[in-house]
């Protein structure tokens, strides 16, 4: 099978500490110190910051292909790796074609030359003709949609309009490969709509793409093949969406260790919340769901005291802003007469109609006059809701697992008009 593109154990390593220009004296330190480790025998360690361990995978030429992964996986280190921008530690990468990059905005752009320059110029260093850059400038302007500040510098150009440009030059240049970062974030969603059309225009054409964003429905929409990093190793590669649940699966893993069933809480002088759990319909202790299964909360109280008409509410969120559902007392009306000593409270909630992804459960108690808590509200515990996507659309890992985590049962019809 040929290649575009190749990493063969790559390993990366960026200088860290130390002067930024080392002198004289650094330099013979830096002797003294290895001959001292040779007299020694012990092994010379590593020196800098790890961004990539052994890292190996291909792109096929015409292929559509993500990296994704959290803030400081090497994602970038990868990109500039395939552009030439930096070298690597170990291993070896392989490059087949010219590589058209976007890695920041105002990448690839001099600040002092003109819009109008900056097209020339990067064109003269892809090694093209003044005919083929001519024939190429007014489509590379009509995209930016900058005919009005062609002649401006650079400089005196938002950071909105410097990606427009940058996109436009490095993916109208005949590209064998075209790379783009995060930097698409810059601009506004009508321009990034524009770009991911513009992406997979040029995979139809043959062009090889390597795509880095966290914009997971773009990433599942544009890319046929991912590689998920984290610190700096692959953690998956294959089939985008493959890829793209197991990477949402170790965020919600992350998510779910971080909250636990024994998450930290704020103490109460009148109630302690000393235990949370999670059972099934038949009463069996879990904290795995699937759509459409009844759940019960169980949560086992201390007072000191006796607390009259204690109400107790009960939160679901997927870690946004605010409660997917809420069962209340003070809505229901079920609160007890009275609870002292240890008492378990018990809510069960029926055919939940939550998506596959990590859920955070939150409660609160609030006295007889059902004003100010006796218990802060605040998160108590997790449980994740598993299963089978069903959908067939061109986002359906992304949009079904990041945005939208209520199921609603629907039937779409579409009708011409009379």
Known sequence: MTWAVRLEEVTKRY??????????????????????????????????????????????????????????????????????????????????????????????????????????????????????IGRRFDAIVEFAELTHALDTPVKMYSSGMQLRLGFSIASHLDPDIFVVDEALAVGDAGFQAKCVERMTKLVAEGRTILFVSHDLSAV?????????LAGGRIHAAGPVREVLKAYLHWVDGLRLTGIGTGAARRPSRQIELIRVSCHAADGSERYTFSTGED??????????????????????????????????????????????GETEVCCALYKIPLLPRVYQLWCSVRGEQAIGDVFDWQAIGAFRVVGTLRGEGPATVALTTVDGPVHIEHRWEVRPCP
């Open 15 to 132: 200088r860290g500490g130390g002067p930024r220009y080392a002198t004289l004296r650094d330099h013979l330190a830096g002797i003294g110190r290895a001959a001292l480790g040779m007299v020694a025998r012990r092994p010379r360690e590593p020196q800098g910051t790890l961004a990539l361990d052994h890292v190996s995978f291909e792109v096929a030429p015409g292929e559509a292909f993500a990296i994704i992964g959290p803030n400081g996986a090497g994602k970038t280190t990868i990109l500039k790796l395939i552009s030439r921008i930096t070298y690597p530690t170990e291993g070896r990468v392989r490059v087949r074609g010219r590589v058209g990059a976007l890695i920041e905005v105002g990448s690839g752009l001099h600040p002092e030359l003109t819009g109008r320059e900056n097209i020339w110029l990067y064109g003269r260093i892809m090694g093209m003709t003044r005919r083929e």
């Open 220 to 228: 599942e929409t544009v890319c046929g093949k991912a590689v998920f």
């Open 295 to 340: 759940l019960e909360v169980r949560l086992r109280f201390r007072t000191v005291g006796t607390i009259i008409r204690p109400h107790v509410s009960i939160g679901i969120t997927d870690g946004r802003y605010g409660n997917l559902a809420l069962c209340s007392m003070l809505v229901d009306g079920n609160a007890p007469s009275r609870m002292e």
